[in-house]
């Protein structure tokens, strides 16, 4: 009777484990997408002209470090901040907004399929843009 209690136990705690170690990797773990941008923008004080970048984010809970590569050169990182969204995107969007000098500066981006925004930090919204993250 002891070993049927204790094997039920372990079977239990083995499938609780399963269940929760994706979550455990998903929170600090690093992520990626792919984004095209059509016209030059900037990122935490550096310029990035049009093209496709390699995006990478990583961190401890909601804030995380993005990083911005292209052609396996790192060109920009921004500290950034995971909001949680009640929906999955539908579309690849990055988000812009208009600096004091009429440059525009990256705000947020959100990934298709996923639900999440991250928000560059010193970021607003204020104008959408469909894109190619992935």
């Known amino acids: ?76 990182t921004a500290p950034a901040n995971v909001v949680s969204l009640d929906e999955k995107s539908s579309d690849n969007i990055y988000e812009l907004k208009t600096s004091s000098t009429g440059s525009k500066e990256l705000s947020a981006l959100r990934f298709s399929g996923q639900k999440i925004r991250l928000e560059i930090a010193g970021g607003g919204d204020q104008s959408k843009v469909g894109d190619s993250v992935k």
């Open 1 to 76: 009777m002891k070993w049927a209690l204790f094997f039920k136990v372990s079977i239990l705690t083995l499938a609780i484990s399963a269940v929760l170690a994706p979550n455990a990797f998903a929170a600090g773990g690093s992520h990626k997408g792919s984004l095209q941008i059509s016209d030059p923008i900037q990122v935490n004080g550096k310029n990035l002209p049009a093209g496709e970048y390699t995006v990478t984010w990583s961190g401890e809970g909601n804030a995380v470090n993005v990083n911005f590569a292209r052609g396996g050169k790192v060109l920009a």
